[in-house]
């Protein structure tokens, strides 16, 4: 099955603000609002960022802020930190049984 | 607290066949899907699948159908992943992940190691 389309890598000074987009089809980005996004730093396992397109689990900075408009979601995190690099992957529903992450972008914070 | 714990690394010979377990504690574990989620070594993320801990049932994602088997033993809170005929290609970590959220996966195992090398 094939991946979501994420962009391999974007980068940002710290302070500043970075939007990682996450495209797909209608059969799964654009027809479910289960949209869900992942950091993962080198050697550990992901963890929960984004949830339902736009929520974030307890815990989770209000830095990180999610939407999406038609097949494409984003993520977007506010007053880039050095801490904030990492690998980030979004994933979503795609029909009633299936799911499926995002190729992954790396952050890079100059 | 909530926390899913797996078993240590595993080095296998292409051919042989790998258990890996993932024991939940801390909340109610028929309450939660389990999925399992592959990772090869500098790759992204792969869904495998999941399954229903209140009935069993498991439900496999494409390319996931023929030799990998999800089980489980509700008495002691475990999930397992199953990989028979191990080929070089299935050299990866392996997480297990409780979708807490729906379709979110809010609690994640440390990871399994298999290497699978003659």
């Known amino acids: 099955q094939s991946a979501l389309t994420q962009p391999a890598s974007v980068s940002g000074s710290p302070g500043q603000s970075i939007a990682i987009s996450c495209t797909g089809t209608?059969?799964?980005?654009?027809?479910?609002?289960?949209v869900s996004w992942y950091q993962q730093h080198p050697g550990k396992a992901p963890k929960l960022m984004i949830h339902?397109?736009?929520n974030r689990p307890s815990g989770v900075s209000d830095r990180f802020s999610g939407s999406k408009s038609g097949n494409t979601a984003s993520l977007t995190i506010s007053g880039l930190q050095v801490e904030d690099e990492a690998d980030y992957y979004c994933s979503s529903k795609r029909s009633s049984t299936s799911l499926v992450f995002g190729g992954g972008t790396k952050l890079t914070v100059l | 607290q909530v926390q899913l714990v797996q078993s240590g690394s595993e080095l296998k010979k292409p051919g042989a066949s790998v258990k890996i377990s993932c024991m939940a504690s801390g909340y109610a574990f028929t309450g939660y899907g389990m999925n399992w989620v592959r990772q090869a070594p500098g790759q992204g993320l792969e869904w495998m699948g999941w399954?229903?801990?209140?009935?069993?049932?498991?439900t496999y994602a494409q390319g996931f159908t023929r030799r990998f088997v999800f089980s489980l033993d509700t008495s002691v809170s475990t999930t397992y992943l199953q990989i028979s005929s191990l080929k070089a290609e299935d050299t990866a970590m392996y997480y297990c992940a409780r979708d807490g959220l729906g379709n979110a996966f809010d609690i994640w195992g440390q990871g399994t190691m298999v290497t699978v090398s003659s």
């Open positions: 209608s059969s799964d980005v654009g027809g479910y609002d289960y």
């Open positions: 399954i229903n801990p209140k009935t069993g049932s498991p």
């Open positions: 339902a397109v736009s």
